[in-house]
């Protein structure tokens, strides 16, 4: 692998093991768009509630105070903690989670 050096006020790289150099140059910088195909582009919502969503009571929504609420659960760390449960508002349709 070559090194920087400062030989007479010159930028140089310099191997260690033969000693070869060569005038280090300023890099190119190159600069492009990266372009994206229209699949790449498209943003999936998904409108219909996971499998195995319940309904529930007793769980007050943070935004509109709601007490009935949709929740499943998933397993979202490693299988040895417990699962992540979420809520969905019945009546805003605001979805948070709770880490058990």
């Not at 007793?58 to 449960?85: H, I, L």
């Not at 809520?87 to 880490?99: L, N």
């Amino acid at each position: 692998m070559m090194t920087p050096r400062k030989v007479n006020g010159t930028s140089v790289y310099r191997c260690p093991k033969c000693g070869y150099e060569e005038e280090a140059v300023k890099p190119t910088v190159i600069k492009s768009k990266v372009k994206h195909t229209e699949r790449e582009k498209t943003i999936v919502l998904e409108e219909e509630m996971p499998v195995g969503t319940q309904t529930m009571r007793g769980v007050v929504c943070p935004s509109c105070k709601n007490d009935e609420v949709y929740f499943w659960m998933v397993q979202t760390r490693a299988a040895d903690e417990p699962p992540t449960r979420f809520y969905r508002c019945t009546k805003c349709g605001k979805t948070w989670r709770e880490y058990e």
